[in-house]
């Protein structure tokens, strides 16, 4: 028989095992007894037909080999004698029940060792063709046994394909997991697919394997199995010397596996800090913004925390705090606030390295940033600042103040509340803050904020006046503004607006040290309404007119002296 004969009758031959493998697998479903074996046999006979499907486009060549069409009459005969005793089983007509384990146990190990031959035919480069095609793709309506099967063949030609086959198979992987969660929960039962995928990070296919684990981990019930696979150790050596795009698909990954910090001795132990701080050092800007989440992850791990710092990581997160690209400044920014969370030493090296001036600089109005951003350094600068005395120095020195009473009158909701908030913090910073804050103009500008609808923001407004004007200086400036005093006075009519008691307390602090502020509440109408508060026994309230008519009295009887 010449050659193109020969390849005609065994690809006769494969298209019959696989419509054979077929109708074994559907019938397979449907047999009731000896359960177990079948699912076995099936999930063998899923393997066989990967690895046929694998050679079949092999098969439409020219190509010959000889070791072919004896296997594919052996399989074929095995598949044939498998397919009676699925009859049997199904039809109940077998003789007994030992005999039969036994048929069953001799016919799943021939499939099995049919399986391993064609892989050693593939091992030996006797089949080298990278094109075979891939079985097509399951409808979105398809079964979990048709996603299953779909994934095994996906497996075969990840133990059996060429290099391109195996690309391919990646590549059609990664199309269905982002559309279907359902292969990514297949693969994870197959003992061998997770494995592969790791093994590929190091080898030709690299991006495509890396696409794909990042695409894994992105399912939170598989993380455990790519940890357990290994991969943070490619991972790394992806990120040290991949091409541009491998290293952000590892970035990525390392990112979302390092959610769980019982990971981040993983990334340590196989120096992943010392390549994430040398991307920082040098990346990309997507690739340093990556590594910077990456390292935020890990240096919850006070070990971890410590091993950044001594190797200059805060110097280096300082100068990623300038750089012009928001995403590395935002980024950046997160880092250095996380770890000086709950640290004074940390703190202290930040505002020795410059951070306090980097971080004002980057709140300033005049640059052009993000809400997100201007919220996030603000609440690093204060979270920096709030336990260090000699931070206020620097944040009036840097103009600070400044930038926080241009955001009470301009910013947008969430920024003005941040900004509010933080003035509140600097009002009980010190006495020199106090006295700062007031040379500023910071009480016309909070007493607006008493109008506000939001509950919150009023009693915050509140309570910052209440703590500027324990300055002295402050009291007299507050009292020279007609405005001030007229909204404190009108705040105590309406109802549930804000604490009264802090407003009483206000007005009390006022009158106890300024005629003119007693002066302004007799001539404003609302004494009378103080004067109904007192009688509900609002403590302020009653001192307050106790003083106001002793107020009144002596002017009577200065009045009279001088007559």
């Known amino acids: 028989m010449d050659e193109e004969n020969s390849t005609t009758d065994h690809s006769s031959t494969l298209d019959q095992a696989l419509l054979l493998i077929s109708s074994l697998i559907s019938l397979s479903h449907s047999i009731k007894v000896f359960s177990a074996k079948w699912q076995i046999i099936r999930s063998k006979c899923q393997d066989l037909f990967s690895n046929l499907t694998a050679i079949l486009n092999w098969e439409s060549s020219a190509h010959y080999n000889s070791s072919l069409p004896p296997l594919l009459d052996s399989i074929l005969a095995t598949l044939n004698s498998c397919h009676d005793l699925a009859k049997q089983c199904f039809n109940l007509s077998y003789s007994g029940k030992l005999l039969m384990h036994s048929d ?19 091992a030996a480069g006797l089949l080298t063709r990278s094109d075979a095609i891939l079985v097509s793709r399951p409808s979105a309506a398809a079964s979990m046994e048709d996603v299953r099967f779909y994934v095994v063949d996906l497996l075969s030609r990840f133990k059996i394909g060429s290099t391109e086959m195996k690309k391919q198979a990646i590549l059609a992987f990664n199309e269905v997991i982002q559309q279907d969660e359902r292969y990514v929960t297949v693969a994870l039962q197959l003992n061998d697919f997770i494995g592969f995928l790791v093994n590929f990070l190091d080898g030709g296919i690299q991006q495509e394997a890396t696409k794909c684990v990042c695409l894994i981990a992105g399912v939170e019930s598989s993380k455990s199995a790519l940890i357990g696979a290994g991969v943070i150790a490619p991972l790394i050596r992806v990120v040290e010397s991949g091409n541009e795009e491998s290293k952000k698909l590892a970035a990525t990954c390392l990112l979302l596996v390092t959610e769980n910090s019982d990971n981040a001795w993983s ?87 410059g951070g306090v001036r980097a971080l004002v600089k980057v709140f300033c109005p005049k640059s052009s940033l993000s809400t997100k951003t201007r919220e996030m350094t603000l609440r690093g600068i204060v979270n920096i600042c709030c336990s260090s005395q000699n931070s206020l120095h620097l944040l009036v020195n840097y103009g600070f103040m400044d930038h926080i009473l241009y955001f009470l009158r301009h910013g947008e909701v969430s920024v003005q ?147």
């Open 417 to 563: 509340e941040l900004s509010l908030k933080t003035a509140f913090w600097l009002s009980g910073t010190s006495e020199e803050g106090r006295k700062v804050m007031g040379e500023a103009g910071f009480m016309p500008v909070l007493v607006k904020f008493l109008d506000s609808k939001s509950m919150e923001v009023r009693e915050m407004a509140v309570e910052t006046i209440s703590s500027l004007i324990v300055v002295p200086k402050n009291r007299k400036k507050f009292v020279q503004n007609d405005q001030n005093m007229g909204l404190v006075l009108r705040m105590l009519e309406v109802n549930n607006a804000v604490n009264k008691n802090l407003l009483l307390s206000i007005l009390m602090s006022l009158t106890s040290s300024s005629a003119t502020a007693r002066k302004k509440i007799a001539t404003s109408g609302y004494l009378k309404h103080i004067e109904k508060l007192a009688e509900a026994q609002f403590s302020d309230a009653k001192k307050i007119v106790r003083k106001m008519s002793s107020n009144r009295l002596g002017t009577i009887l200065n009045g009279i002296w001088h007559s």
């Open 104 to 122: 069953l146990d001799i016919v799943s190990a021939k499939i099995v060792a049919h399986t391993t031959t064609i892989f050693d035919i593939y």
């Open 267 to 353: 990334v340590s132990s196989h120096g992943g800090i010392s390549a994430l701080l040398k991307i920082c050092g040098g990346g990309g800007v997507e690739l340093v913004a990556l590594a910077c989440a990456v390292l935020k992850n890990l240096v919850g791990v006070e070990e971890i925390k410590r091993f950044v710092v001594e190797e200059g990581g805060i110097s280096l997160f300082v100068n990623l705090a300038k750089c012009k690209d928001e995403i590395i400044k935002i980024r950046s920014v997160d880092l250095l606030q996380t770890m000086a969370c709950n640290d004074e030493s940390v703190k202290e090296i930040i505002i020795e390295e």
